[in-house]
C-alpha cells in the first residue's frame, strides 16, 4: 500500500448483508504534503478554534503516544461477526480466541516489526506494543515529535483543563519505508484534547466529602409522603429514596431466586476501566458489602491492574478525586448484581490517552469477559473526535467483538444534549457508546417497592422545581436538568441487529441514511432512584467511611455488566458480543417494555445546601420524571430513551 491508505473512512456500519460502507464523512482529501511528506489525513485538531493557544510545549519536554496499525481483512471479520453472533446461527457463541484473532485480522507481523524499527530509527523509544499488534506505543522529545511528524506543539486550555497537541496536520518524513506509510492508521497522543473524557455520573462522588440521598427520604418507594410541602399536580408527592440497596435491586430485576441457587456470576470476569485509582477501594468496598449483609469479596476476587504511584498524569486537569467516586460506585455496583463474579479494577494513568489504551490493553489482553466503561467523550462530533480517535476504538471494539467481550458504555447524562428541547442545534450522542460493536446503556427511573417488587419504571429525563417562598419554582415541570444519552449516530450506519427493531422515525432522524441508534438497552440511571455507594471521604468532621447515593449512567453501565456476569453462568457460556440477543429479545417477556407515564409522576427531592450536613440548611427540589420535551421518547417497541427496555427476571437470563 502507498500513502493513500492514509484516507480513511469515518462512517462505518454494517448493513443486513453485513458489508462495511463509509457514507456520512470522510477526513477530507489527501493533501500535498510539504517537501514530498506523507499526510496523515484526519490529524489536525478540529478544536483548536474552541481553545486558548498557551503557546510552544518545551522541546525538551518528553510526550507520549502510540501508533495505530490497521487490521487486515475487516470486511471479513465483520461478516464472521454476525454469523458467530446471531443467536439463531448454529456457530452462536464460537467466540475466536485472541490467536485465532490475531492470525486472521491482525496486522501482519511483519508490519508491526516495520513500524517498530522506524520508530526507533527516528530516536524514539518503543515503550508497548499491545499483543495484536494493532497499536505501538513509543515516548520521545517534543523536539523529536515535531520534526518526525512535520509539526509544532503547542500547549492549549480547552474545555478548562491545560493539553498540549499539533497546531498542524501530522505527516511522515518523504523517506519513510513504503511497509510504514502503509501501515500506519494513525497517531494516538499528540493531540491530548480529542481524547479527554469524564465520567458518566451526574453527582460526582467523593472525596471531598458529599451527601445525596438526605433526609427525609424514603426506604423505598413512596415510603414517605412530602405532606408538608406544597401539591404538585394535584397532589402531595412522596420523597425520593434515600437510595437502594443491592438486595433491592436484586429482586426488582428478577436475581433473588437465581442468586440463592448459586446463579450469582461466578465464573465470569468483570473488568471496569477507569481513570487513576482510590486508595481505599478494596477496604470501602468490604465494608459496604458487610454493611448491606452482601458476600464479602473471596481472596483473589477483586484485583486491580493499575499505574505505579508516580505514574499518573493530568491529575488536576482531570479531577482524579472525583475518578475515585466513580470506581467505588463501579465495583459495588457490579458486586451487589454479580457478587460471584471476579472483578479487576483497570485504572489508566489520565482521562486522556492513557484511558484509551487501558481500554485497549483490557481487550488485547483479555482480561475478563464482560467490560463496563462508564465515561463518555460528550459527543460523537467527527471533527472534535478526528478520525484517527474513532479508527481506534473501531478496531478494539471488533477485536472485543469477535473474541467473546461484552463491551459496554454508558450513554451519557445529557439526554439529546438539546437541554430539554430548547437547543435543538446541540442535539447529539456521545461516543464511544455509539459504536456498532458495543452496547450503548441508557438509564431509566426505577421504582421499587417495599417487598423488592418492581412497581414501574420510565426512561431517565429529569426536570426540577425548586421551593422557594412556598412555591414550587418555575412551575412544574420546571427546568430540564439531566437525563440518559440516546438519539441516532452521525457516524455510524444501522447495524445488522437494529435492521427492522428499530423504527425509521429514530434511524433516519438525520437523514435518509438509517444510522445507528442508541442506546441499545436501559438501567437505572436517576440519581432519584439511584443506588447507596460507600467510600471514606474527607469530611469538615475528618475522614471516614459513610454513604450516599448516586446515579447516572455511571451505574447503569456495571448494574448492566453485573446482570451479564449472571446470564453468562445460567446459559454457561459468555454471552458476549450481546447486542443481536437483545434485539431478538425486543418485546418479548425477557423485557420490561419502558414507556412514558401517561399522567406526571414527581416526587421530592431533599439535598443539603452546602451538600455536606445541616449547617446551612436544606433544600427542596420537586422532580418530574421522564419529561417528554426533548427529542427523546420511550415508546412501545424500541425507543431511542430506554432502548429495547430493561432485563426481566428469569426469562431475561436463561432466554435465547
Not at 53 to 81: C, H, K, V
Not at 376 to 398: A, C, P, R
Not at 419 to 447: N, R, W, Y
Request: aromatic share 10%; with cysteine.
Amino acid at each position: 500500500m502507498g500513502s493513500s491508505r492514509l484516507v480513511r473512512k469515518v462512517a462505518i456500519g454494517l448493513l443486513a448483508g453485513g458489508t462495511v460502507i463509509g457514507l456520512t464523512a470522510t477526513a477530507g482529501a489527501a493533501t500535498a504534503a510539504p517537501q514530498g511528506r506523507h499526510p496523515l489525513d484526519g490529524s489536525m485538531p478540529k478544536w483548536l478554534h474552541q481553545a486558548h493557544d498557551m503557546g510552544a510545549s518545551s522541546t525538551a519536554q518528553q510526550m507520549n503516544f502510540g501508533i495505530l496499525l490497521g487490521m487486515r481483512d475487516e470486511s471479513g471479520a465483520l461478516a464472521t461477526l454476525k454469523t458467530i453472533s446471531d443467536p439463531d446461527s448454529s456457530s452462536y457463541g464460537d467466540w475466536l480466541t485472541n490467536a485465532q484473532f490475531n492470525a486472521r485480522y491482525a496486522p501482519a507481523k511483519s508490519s508491526v516489526t516495520a513500524v517498530q524499527d522506524w520508530l526507533r530509527s527516528e530516536g524514539f523509544q518503543v515503550t508497548k506494543t499491545l499483543p495484536s499488534g494493532m497499536y505501538v506505543e513509543a515516548s520521545g522529545s517534543v523536539a523529536k515529535v515535531e520534526s518526525t511528524f512535520g509539526t509544532s506543539v503547542h500547549n492549549y486550555t480547552y474545555l478548562g483543563k491545560n493539553v498540549h497537541a499539533n497546531n498542524s496536520q501530522l505527516s511522515l518524513p518523504s523517506g519513510t519505508p513504503a511497509a510504514v506509510t502503509g501501515a500506519i492508521s494513525g497517531v494516538i497522543g499528540v493531540d491530548q484534547g480529542t481524547a479527554l473524557k469524564h465520567t458518566a455520573a451526574t453527582e460526582p462522588g467523593p472525596p471531598p466529602g458529599a451527601r445525596f440521598g438526605v433526609q427525609p427520604c424514603s426506604a423505598y418507594y413512596a415510603q414517605k409522603v412530602a405532606s408538608d410541602k406544597p401539591v404538585a399536580y394535584g397532589k402531595h408527592q412522596p420523597y425520593a429514596v434515600c437510595g437502594y440497596g443491592p438486595q433491592q435491586y436484586q429482586a426488582a430485576y428478577g436475581e433473588s431466586a437465581l442468586l440463592k441457587a448459586g446463579i450469582n456470576g461466578r465464573g465470569t470476569t468483570v473488568a471496569i476501566t477507569d481513570a487513576y485509582a482510590a486508595p481505599t477501594i478494596y477496604q470501602d468496598a468490604q465494608k459496604y458489602n458487610k454493611v448491606h449483609h452482601q458476600p464479602l469479596f473471596k481472596p483473589g476476587q477483586f484485583s486491580q491492574i493499575i499505574p505505579g504511584p508516580n505514574d499518573f498524569d493530568l491529575i488536576d486537569e482531570c479531577g482524579a478525586q472525583g475518578w475515585y467516586g466513580e470506581e467505588t460506585l463501579d465495583v459495588e455496583a457490579v458486586h451487589a448484581m454479580a457478587p460471584g463474579a471476579k472483578v479487576v479494577y483497570v485504572g489508566a494513568t489520565d482521562c486522556s490517552t492513557g484511558l484509551d489504551t487501558a481500554w485497549a490493553e483490557t481487550i488485547d489482553n483479555h482480561v475478563a469477559d464482560v467490560i463496563t466503561n462508564s465515561w463518555t467523550d460528550g459527543t460523537d462530533d467527527i471533527t472534535l473526535l478526528g478520525t484517527e480517535y474513532v479508527e481506534f476504538y473501531e478496531q478494539f471494539s471488533t477485536e472485543a467483538a469477535l473474541t467473546g467481550i461484552t463491551v459496554n458504555f454508558s450513554s451519557g447524562d445529557s439526554g439529546d444534549h438539546t437541554a430539554g428541547g430548547t437547543d435543538l442545534a446541540s442535539k447529539t450522542v456521545e461516543f464511544p457508546a455509539d459504536l456498532p460493536l458495543v452496547t450503548g446503556v441508557g438509564g431509566t427511573s426505577v421504582f421499587i417497592g417495599r417487598h423488592g417488587q418492581w412497581l414501574d419504571e420510565h426512561g431517565w429525563q429529569t426536570s426540577y422545581s425548586v421551593l422557594t417562598n412556598g412555591a414550587w419554582t418555575p412551575a412544574p415541570p420546571g427546568d430540564y436538568s439531566s437525563g440518559g444519552g440516546g438519539g441516532t449516530s452521525d457516524l455510524f450506519t444501522q447495524p445488522f441487529y437494529q435492521a427492522g427493531k428499530v423504527p425509521a422515525s429514530i434511524s433516519q432522524a438525520n437523514g435518509s441514511t438509517p444510522m445507528r441508534a442508541v442506546p441499545d438497552i436501559a438501567m437505572p440511571g436517576d440519581p432519584n432512584t439511584g443506588f447507596l455507594v460507600g467510600e471514606t471521604q474527607v469530611f469538615p468532621d475528618g475522614t471516614y467511611w459513610d454513604q450516599y447515593r448516586i446515579g447516572g449512567t455511571s451505574l447503569s453501565s456495571p448494574m448492566l455488566a453485573g446482570v451479564v456476569a449472571v446470564a453468562n453462568q445460567a446459559h454457561h457460556h459468555p454471552l458476549g458480543f450481546i447486542n443481536p440477543l437483545y434485539y431478538k429479545l425486543l418485546g418479548t417477556s425477557a423485557l420490561h417494555d419502558i414507556v412514558a407515564p401517561t399522567s406526571p409522576v414527581a416526587q421530592v427531592r431533599t439535598e443539603f445546601v452546602n451538600g455536606v450536613d445541616n449547617s446551612q440548611g436544606k433544600l427542596y427540589r420537586l422532580q418530574t420524571v421522564d419529561v417528554q420535551s426533548s427529542t427523546l421518547h420511550d415508546t412501545p417497541g424500541y425507543d431511542n430513551e430506554t432502548g429495547v427496555g430493561t432485563p426481566r427476571g428469569p426469562a431475561f437470563f436463561f432466554r435465547r
